[in-house]
């Protein structure tokens, strides 16, 4: 039984490509228990999905796919049916809206949350008779007379250290990049691993789906990680490291001590990042700079508002704004580089709650700030208040990309094309500052990337008619 796991090209803005740790863990898990297992990136394929399947057959195709990449799911669901084989899609969309798919027909099964356990019991039943699926949890299927059956959901897995490292030797390490261009220019030539030290968050902000990852926070302990850390420096020859949890800061105790055992290993000499960001009301001074020392290069912090009404009530953010100053001011102080992640366009945003933002913005200073215009996911609260009160722009799944130039709802009392314009007047007052535009005039990547830099330019600081 061959299985290939399958991630659709996802065609977004910028030039980042990094690896799908969660195919990753679920190749890791179905080769522990004895599969012949293989990946396919779209993102960085040179051969399609047909060829590589006329090349090489496989008895079983999984693919993931979030909510704006379901779409391009469904069409290599089509292709792999053409191939013979039997398909099962999960991942975050599948998750909240496993009917949509279950009911197509090319898509055979479907995995709902975390499928590691699933997916190998999957297996190991189609290598059973008679065919007996009832029992897998976390299964959507149909049976002849295609009517749809969603066995009981898989309980979240309280030892994360119980799973198999990612399988990261599957991976075609050389077609990726690193972990941000647009802060340390494009190079086609790193190996950019990223590494998962938690899963889940119990915060609830708004515009956040935690479908599959869960709103209960599981660490893995430090010795495991910092076992899996050290098979990225020194045997896969990492030349840097994103950590990708939604919060892998939430136990201070234990991220010091993370940090404190990457020192004691001399793991430090491999930069790393917070690729998804840090909560600013679990950090300390003595935490950034141990995490100087350990090695970072660069924290991220989700402010998302300026306004205190918008960040409390309708982002519902558990942190304030005291501490979102301190933890920017802590982490320059230990000479890390900073990201700031900010938000645009939440329901009741009017023209002063996005200026607050801006100045916010400006105020922090970060060395790379993120603006995004709020985009509603299903099994979000957003999502919820826009079918409410709202109207979705959105026409298809695609279009609700996190990183699109264009306001994906309209709200009573909140102009869209005023959201648009704020957001693109952010990118331009914040940017189109003396010291930012010497910075980039001077930056080798810029000259060597020009084209690429002239289209982010044109998306961010010139808005669309």
């Known amino acids: 039984?061959?299985?290939?796991?399958?991630?659709?090209?996802?065609?977004?803005?910028?030039?980042?490509?990094?690896?799908?740790?969660?195919?990753?863990?679920?190749?890791?898990?179905?080769?522990?228990?004895?599969?012949?297992?293989?990946i396919y990136d779209g993102a960085v394929e040179d051969e399609s999905l047909d060829a590589r399947l006329t090349r090489e057959p496989f008895?079983?195709?999984?693919?993931?796919?979030?909510?704006?990449?379901?779409?391009?799911?469904?069409?290599?669901?089509?292709?792999?049916?053409?191939?013979?084989?039997?398909?099962?899609?999960?991942?975050?969309?599948?998750?909240?809206?496993?009917?949509?798919?279950?009911g197509r027909a090319d898509v055979d099964f479907v995995a709902r949350g975390e499928a590691e356990e699933t997916l190998v019991e999957f297996v190991e039943a189609l290598n059973s008779t008679p065919l007996q699926i009832q029992h897998i949890r976390g299964l959507s299927w149909k049976d002849a007379d295609g009517k749809i059956f969603?066995?009981?959901?898989?309980?979240?897995?309280?030892?994360?250290?119980?799973?198999?490292?990612?399988?990261?030797?599957?991976?075609?390490?050389?077609?990726?990049t690193n972990l941000q261009p647009?802060?340390?220019?494009?190079?086609?030539?790193?190996?950019?691993?990223?590494?998962?030290?938690?899963?889940?968050?119990?915060?609830?902000c708004t515009y956040c789906s935690k479908p599959i990852t869960g709103d209960t926070w599981r660490?893995?302990?430090?010795?495991?990680?910092?076992?899996?850390?050290?098979?990225?420096?020194?045997?896969?020859?990492?030349?840097?490291?994103?950590?990708?949890?939604?919060?892998?800061?939430l136990d201070l105790k234990r991220a010091k001590e993370l940090c404190r055992g990457l020192i004691e290993m001399k793991l430090n000499r491999v930069p790393w990042i917070t690729v998804h960001g840090m909560k600013v009301n679990h950090?300390?001074?003595?935490?950034?700079?141990?995490?100087?020392?350990?090695?970072?290069?660069?924290?991220?912090?989700?402010?998302?508002?300026?306004?205190?009404?918008?960040?409390?009530?309708?982002?519902?953010?558990s942190q304030t704004f005291e501490q979102v100053r301190a933890a920017f001011k802590n982490a320059k102080a230990a000479r890390l580089q900073t990201m700031g992640f900010f938000i645009y366009g939440m329901p009741g945003e009017t023209e002063a709650t996005m200026e607050k933002t801006t100045q916010l913005a400006l105020e922090l200073d970060p060395d790379l700030a993120h603006f995004m215009i709020a985009a509603p996911y299903p099994g979000t609260v957003l999502w919820d208040?826009?079918?409410?009160?709202?109207?979705?722009?959105?026409?298809?799944?695609?279009?609700?990309?996190?990183?699109?130039?264009?306001?994906?709802?309209?709200?009573p009392g909140m102009d869209p094309q005023l959201v648009e314009r704020k957001w693109h007047e952010a990118y331009r007052r914040f940017y189109f500052r003396p010291k930012r535009l010497w910075k980039r005039a001077t930056s080798l990547d810029t000259w060597k990337n020009l084209p690429e830099r002239v289209k982010d330019a044109q998306r961010f600081f010139v808005a669309s008619q």
């Open 1 to 38: 039984m061959k299985i290939l796991l399958v991630s659709p090209e996802a065609r977004v803005w910028n030039s980042r490509t990094h690896i799908h740790n969660g195919l990753g863990y679920l190749a890791g898990a179905l080769l522990h228990a004895g599969y012949a297992t293989d």
């Open 59 to 102: 008895d079983i195709v999984g693919i993931s796919a979030p909510t704006p990449l379901i779409n391009e799911a469904w069409a290599y669901a089509r292709i792999a049916k053409e191939h013979g084989a039997i398909t099962i899609l999960g991942g975050p969309h599948l998750t909240l809206m496993p009917d949509e798919s279950i």
């Open 150 to 176: 969603h066995n009981v959901d898989r309980s979240l897995n309280p030892n994360l250290d119980a799973l198999p490292f990612p399988a990261y030797h599957l991976f075609k390490i050389d077609r990726y």
């Open 182 to 204: 647009l802060t340390d220019g494009l190079d086609k030539h790193a190996r950019s691993y990223t590494i998962v030290t938690s899963r889940g968050c119990p915060y609830k």
């Open 219 to 249: 660490a893995r302990s430090v010795e495991n990680v910092l076992r899996e850390w050290k098979m990225l420096v020194e045997d896969l020859g990492a030349t840097e490291i994103g950590v990708t949890d939604d919060i892998w800061n």
């Open 283 to 317: 950090t300390d001074a003595e935490l950034f700079r141990l995490m100087k020392q350990a090695g970072a290069k660069r924290v991220g912090f989700g402010v998302e508002s300026g306004d205190e009404e918008i960040l409390k009530r309708v982002v519902k953010k």
């Open 385 to 411: 208040t826009v079918q409410r009160q709202g109207k979705l722009y959105a026409k298809d799944w695609g279009d609700l990309a996190i990183q699109s130039d264009h306001a994906h709802f309209d709200f």
